[in-house]
């Protein structure tokens, strides 16, 4: 990656870019949890018990900021999004705009994560695999569209990315059983896909 840039600062400087909309803030720190939040909501109203464990929810709520620094620096968003989002989007936005270069980060990141279905201890062991792909595929749009909106600062993507892994792993903790119900992960993609084809939809109607 250093090789085409003209240095570790030119790489790196996005990640300290932290000059953005409040707005931008709230939504890579809450917004993803009202996602899921909808997701459960329809859960249940389809009858579904959400059997949550109070006591380790309680726990992992408590602990929340440590969780979320750990997750930062070694769960994922520090280790992939320099990449993803640091060295690849900004050179496909120039060639293939914002969807063409949201899929074929989607397409790389989804790869990248394929060996880990199985892999002992890794998140996405016994995962489904086409409720990830769909996953990553809305997750790519939206994570542009928030890196696009921040004026292109890294540190609003690596944020959103430890929130979703965040409460994703407290969620897996305080319901296990609900995280490997088929029709909850089923219902988490669609909610974040019907997100993402609204931003796509606003970016034909709006081409930057």
């Not at 809450?30 to 389809?46: D, I, N, P, R, S």
């Not at 009858?47 to 930062?72: E, H, M, S, T, W």
Request: with cysteine.
């Amino acid at each position: 990656m250093l090789g085409g840039k003209r240095g570790l600062r030119d790489l790196l400087g996005p990640v300290f870019r932290a000059r953005f909309a409040p707005g931008w803030y709230f939504f890579v720190l809450v917004g993803c949890v009202l996602l899921f939040a909808v997701a459960l909501v329809v859960y249940a109203l389809l009858g579904k018990d959400l059997a949550f464990d109070r006591q380790v929810a309680r726990n992992g709520l408590a602990q929340l900021p440590l969780y979320y620094v750990i997750i930062f620096f070694a769960g994922g968003p520090l280790g992939e999004e320099i990449g993803w989002r640091g060295f690849a989007l900004p050179r496909l936005l120039e060639r293939r705009g914002r969807l063409g270069a949201s899929l074929v980060v989607a397409v790389m990141w989804f790869i990248w994560h394929v060996p880990l279905f199985w892999i002992e201890g890794a998140a996405q062991k016994g995962s489904s695999i086409p409720v990830f792909a769909i996953l990553v595929l809305a997750n790519a749009v939206i994570f542009t569209w928030v890196y696009v909106g921040s004026g292109r600062s890294l540190l609003s993507v690596l944020l959103l990315h430890a929130s979703i892994n965040t409460w994703s792993y407290l969620f897996s903790e305080a319901a296990p059983a609900l995280d490997r119900d088929a029709l909850l992960g089923w219902l988490i993609a669609g909610v974040f896909a019907a997100v993402a084809a609204v931003i796509a939809a606003f970016w034909r109607r709006r081409p930057a």
